[in-house]
């Protein structure tokens, strides 16, 4: 077992006596990293959710981008997507049922699967064991990829959990709080103290580097170095790179639900050299819950933040 404390403890300014970091908040280096985030390819993917919410025998359906979506389980739990609407006569599939592998339509009985269908045609559908993902090429418009983009990850043995927020705001809006670190201590006293931003992103060198403490009860917190980066376009990574979970990450993906509603699906993938936390993977049904809680207590904090950024956009007032 390491030899050193899991929680450790801090001293920090009040929140109102914190260094103000609105001059290093630079909007046109925030904005600058955006633009090279949003200039990515994407290969058309978008994330739908949580691998666990597709389960066998049933249908789990979202709008995507404007587009009903429909994914299930074919044989061999082989992941399956593709429009939300029967080519019959519209009914929705999401309320289907899933019979020997095919998707089977409430209304009069017509059983879809991976082939094309009339007007009906499969979507291409990923699952990377953490997040399902769907390729939708008219919405896209970019060269298609075989696969969606994923960030490095950490080797087997990790526990994820995957919360899901819906927010009025487009996508842009979550990457651009996500490529702002200097709004933590101010914004989410509750959980970040002492946070410090070590190195910003350039062209050459696109990350941030921060430095923080978490807090957990108290006085203690755990102190620990991470990197942000964007693989593609939706998607914002935290990457513990010194400290406790070195190698556990934080994706946060914003996908595109309709006109002005974006949902942020966050997968939080956890590891750690310590021995006890073999015994947290084997209880993780009972931790994934507090994980997600965790997340979304952020993120309802973010969302704000997001949706305000997106309202101003709307009306041509936002200063940035």
């Given amino acids: 077992m390491p030899d050193r404390p899991l929680l450790r403890p801090f001293t920090s300014p009040s929140w109102s006596q914190q260094e103000p970091?609105?001059?290093?908040?630079?909007?046109?280096?925030?904005?600058?990293?955006?633009?090279r985030a949003t200039a990515l390819p994407s290969g058309n993917w978008f994330v739908v959710g949580a691998s666990r919410d597709v389960v066998r025998g049933k249908a789990f359906g979202r709008t995507v981008a404007g587009r009903e979506v429909v994914l299930w389980r074919g044989p061999g739990d082989e992941l399956r997507a593709g429009p939300g609407s029967c080519p019959h006569l519209g009914a929705p599939l999401r309320d289907g049922e899933v019979a020997g592998g095919r998707l089977v339509c409430r209304w009069h009985g017509l059983a879809?699967?991976?082939?094309?269908?009339?007007?009906?045609?499969?979507?291409?559908?990923?699952?990377?064991?953490?997040?399902?993902?769907?390729?939708?090429?008219?919405?896209?418009?970019?060269?298609?990829?075989?696969?969606?983009?994923?960030?490095?990850?950490?080797?087997?043995?990790?526990?994820?959990?995957?919360?899901t927020l819906v927010?009025?705001?487009?996508?842009?809006?979550?990457?651009?709080?996500?490529?702002?670190?200097?709004?933590?201590a101010w914004f989410h006293p509750y959980s970040f103290a002492n946070l410090r931003v070590l190195e910003t992103p350039t062209a050459e060198r696109d990350r941030f580097l921060v430095e923080v403490t978490f807090r957990v009860?108290?006085?203690?917190?755990?102190?620990?170095?991470?990197?942000?980066?964007?693989?593609?376009?939706?998607?914002?990574?935290?990457?513990?790179?010194?400290?406790?979970?070195?190698?556990?990450?934080?994706?946060?993906?914003?996908t595109p639900l309709d006109d002005g509603r974006t949902a942020v699906v966050?997968?939080?993938?956890?590891?750690s050299d310590r021995r006890g936390f073999g015994l947290v993977r084997r209880v993780a049904p009972a931790v994934r819950p507090v994980m997600r809680w965790a997340a979304a207590r952020l993120w309802r904090d973010d969302l704000a933040y997001a949706e305000r950024r997106y309202a101003l956009r709307s009306k041509g007032l936002f200063p940035g």
């Fill in 112 to 163: 879809l699967g991976g082939e094309r269908f009339g007007g009906w045609s499969p979507f291409p559908a990923h699952d990377d064991g953490v997040l399902v993902w769907v390729r939708l090429d008219d919405v896209g418009g970019e060269e298609p990829l075989p696969e969606p983009v994923l960030p490095a990850r950490p080797a087997g043995g990790a526990l994820d959990a995957v919360a």
């Fill in 266 to 271: 966050e997968a939080t993938i956890a590891q």
């Fill in 167 to 184: 927010g009025r705001c487009e996508p842009e809006d979550v990457i651009a709080n996500r490529l702002d670190p200097w709004h933590g």
């Fill in 21 to 35: 970091t609105w001059r290093d908040a630079k909007p046109a280096l925030i904005e600058a990293a955006l633009k």
């Fill in 217 to 254: 009860v108290g006085r203690l917190g755990v102190p620990v170095t991470a990197a942000f980066t964007c693989p593609e376009p939706r998607t914002v990574v935290m990457h513990i790179v010194a400290g406790e979970g070195e190698g556990s990450v934080v994706e946060t993906h914003a």
